[in-house]
């Protein structure tokens, strides 16, 4: 038997070093730590749905950059922000008179029935609407069609998901453990959000072929002879072949401009006054990270 247990601790050794290395590193640098498991979390779950669980050939950059940008600057700095300081602070008399376990279900409430249906989800949609080039009507629009449907499944996950957090889990793993929870979420509501573009995108097919086409106008006479005319019209005819081949080009600049429009709205993110705001404090507790709340 005592040869089994050692075999076992053997086999899981190079785990716990790695969980011990872990648990060491986010108790020195807890909001570095999150931020940098947030991001790749965030960026390693919509591969994950899009590959496997959609089955997708072509892989949608633009979905990919919104998601990577949500996740390096909301998921990883504003809620480090929130959860380990600001809930902190506004639950700090309730846990000093009742214990941090009797204020976990008032931080689940503020989280799930404040925080996410109104600063959570509008946040998303509208770096989504600033990754893809939209203007920010169409972010209010996919918020008031989406977020009934959003919600619902993000209770299903997060209401027994973040009582359990500010119940048992330290300060300095709250956001690392979020994001092992989250990867699961992430792939929901990376498929969720395909779905949606795509129903968006047929209703729009279906709208335009169904508008009443409009008819050709008739071409001018040619006054060329029929010789050179038949010439033009070839002419034309590679121009316009030229044109359908560069569409290769025009989904790399796409591309490209979704990688762009994903950096700005990331610093955009880090300029706003409330990012600005988290990460003066955040220094100021990275000491005390690893107390309960």
């Not at 050794?13 to 108790?27: K, L």
Request: with cysteine; proline share 7%.
């Amino acid at each position: 038997m005592s040869q089994l247990a050692q075999a076992g601790r053997l086999l899981l050794s190079p785990f716990t070093s790695v969980a011990g290395w872990y648990n060491r590193t986010a108790q020195a640098n807890p909001f570095t730590v999150g931020v940098i498991t947030t991001g790749l979390k965030t960026s390693a779950a919509d591969v994950f749905a899009q590959k496997v669980v959609e089955g997708r050939e072509d892989f949608d950059w633009t979905r990919h950059a919104a998601f990577c940008a949500f996740g390096f600057a909301y998921l990883g700095g504003f809620q480090y922000w929130l959860y380990n300081i600001k809930f902190t602070q506004w639950c700090g008399p309730l846990t000093k008179t009742f214990g941090h376990k009797a204020t976990a279900p008032i931080k689940t409430f503020i989280d799930q029935g404040l925080h996410h249906p109104f600063v959570y989800f509008p946040s998303f949609f509208a770096i989504k609407a600033a990754v893809s080039g939209q203007p920010l009507s169409s972010a209010v629009d996919k918020y008031k069609s989406e977020i009934w449907d959003s919600v619902k499944a993000l209770w299903m996950v997060w209401v027994p998901a973040q009582f359990v957090n500010f119940a048992f889990v330290p300060r300095h793993l709250r956001i690392p453990y979020v994001a092992a929870v989250s990867f699961g979420w992430t792939v929901i509501l990376s498929v969720m959000q395909g779905k949606f573009d795509a129903a968006i995108q047929q209703r729009k097919i279906v709208a335009g072929a169904g508008a009443p086409a409009t008819p050709a106008a008739p071409a001018p006479p040619s006054l060329l002879p029929p010789a050179a005319a038949a010439a033009v019209q070839q002419q034309e005819a590679a121009a316009s072949a030229t044109a359908s081949s560069g569409a290769p080009a025009v989904q790399q600049e796409r591309a490209s401009a979704a990688s762009g429009a994903s950096t700005q709205a990331v610093r955009g993110m880090l300029q706003s006054p409330i990012v600005a705001a988290a990460v003066a404090e955040v220094p100021a507790h990275q000491g005390s990270a690893v107390e309960e709340a």
